[in-house]
């Protein structure tokens, strides 16, 4: 008889004893519901505070805000587009005035984009008017005057690209980049010529 009561205490003292391990446990379980809540708390606050400067947000960062700050005028889109109606992937660049020319302060845009498979570049002036033009072409599509005369003077290079040129104000039919094959200076160039294979001055 004692000895089934001592065996008896002792299961009472041990299930007491896991029963009272155990509420730590519970604890921890209590208390795990309460950080969603907090999550959801904070978020809100983040996105309260960028409704308050969604304005600065869009203005100062991502891509979005760079592409939205390079977009031109409406009029310059308008005549951009009754120029080139069937013009696909289309971006635009800004043109920031050049540093350290005097009085210049002319803003252009330049919409680089495709048709026909083929990529182009037309730049506007900051009232509308194209500045310059150009289409790429393989340098084999050179006329064979333009292409001999690259060769001629630059026979150590290779013609990276081409495109057809035209441009307000400078003279020229074609530009092409140039690389130089060997050497320690392989820097690429433009070169810009007239439809007679002579170079224009730059």
Known sequence: MKTMIISLSITVLIVSGLLTSCKPNKKILVSTPASPKARKDSTATTYKAADKNSTAVKKNTGPQAESIVNVPPVDIQNKFVAVYPSATNVTWAKETPL?????????????????????????????????????????????????????????????????????????????AIIKPLSGLDMKEVEIILRENGSFVEQ
């Open 99 to 175: 540093v350290g020319v005097e009085n210049n302060k002319t803003t252009n845009y330049e919409a680089i984009f495709l048709t026909n498979g083929k990529k182009n570049w037309v730049t506007y002036s900051v009232e509308g008017n194209i500045v310059e033009q150009r289409q790429e072409i393989l340098a084999d599509q050179l006329p064979q005057n333009v292409y001999n005369a690259i060769k001629k003077k630059y026979p150590n290079s290779s013609i990276v690209s081409a495109t057809t040129y035209k441009h307000i104000k400078n003279e020229g039919s074609y530009s």
